[in-house]
T-cell receptor, first 109, second 112 residues
Framework: KNEVEQSPQNLTAQEGEFITINCSYS?????LHWLQQHPGGGIVSLFM???GKKKHGRLIATINIQEKHSSLHITASHPRDSAVYIC???????????FGKGTHLIIQP | EAGVAQSPRYKIIEKRQSVAFWCNPI?????LYWYQQILGQGPKLLIQ????????DSQLPKDRFSAERLKGVDSTLKIQPAKLEDSAVYLC??????????FGPGTRLTVL
């Protein structure tokens, strides 16, 4: 059974701080998605990665296949980054995602 | 490019009633997913279609939930009869084969 564990569950930081959200996953997972969900809003896919590192603007995602661990970083955080960030794994043949419980991020001005 | 469309956005029903949700994926996306997200939890996959065939429905409560994608494009998810614990947001997503999943805005269901 695929499993995804995320930490921290809640994170409050000041504007400008460097943010890190961590995700560990089980053996059956072959790729990882990082998703963003705003209150009342839909889910937006930020990254999909199976190796290495990806960067988009102030967002950076890394994955360590050997350690089965991924991180999402936000540089120069801003209040508009406040959202729930979810890591989700895919594997085992089908492409349906197994979701972590999410990290509720609040960036205070 | 139009995104994934879902309707209705909100639905309130009483327990034991029936309800249906509709999803129109991004044009050309062969894979379509239905997820259930209960308040405070991460989404859970209910069913995955590849064109009009079911790839994974292992977590679909088949005694009351059904889904179809008859022509390999639009999909309908039905609950009959609804229970209180079915109150959730139902998310539809689509992807090109093994690609990034794009999510619709969701349908928020409240069962009273």
């Amino acid at each position: 059974k695929n499993e995804v564990e995320q930490s921290p569950q809640n994170l409050t930081a000041q504007e400008g701080e460097f943010i890190t959200i961590n995700c560990s996953y089980s053996v059956g997972i072959s790729a990882l998605h990082w998703l963003q969900q705003h209150p009342g809003g839909g889910i937006v896919s930020l990254f999909m990665l199976s190796s290495g590192k990806k960067k988009h603007g102030r967002l950076i995602a890394t994955i360590n296949i050997q350690e089965k661990h991924s991180s999402l970083h936000i540089t120069a955080s801003h209040p508009r980054d406040s959202a729930v960030y979810i890591c989700a794994g895919v594997g085992g043949g089908a492409d349906g995602l197994t979701f972590g419980k999410g990290t509720h991020l609040i960036i205070q001005p | 490019e139009a995104g994934v469309a879902q309707s209705p956005r909100y639905k309130i029903i009483e327990k034991r009633q029936s309800v249906a949700f509709w999803c129109n994926p991004i044009s050309g996306h062969a894979t379509l997913y239905w997820y259930q997200q209960i308040l405070g939890q991460g989404p859970k996959l209910l069913i995955q279609f590849q064109n009009n065939g079911v790839v994974d429905d292992s977590q679909l409560p088949k005694d009351r939930f059904s889904a179809e994608r008859l022509k390999g494009v639009d999909s309908t998810l039905k609950i009959q009869p609804a229970k209180l614990e079915d109150s959730a947001v139902y998310l539809c997503a689509s992807s090109a084969r093994h690609g990034t999943q794009f999510f619709g805005p969701g349908t928020r269901l409240t069962v009273l």
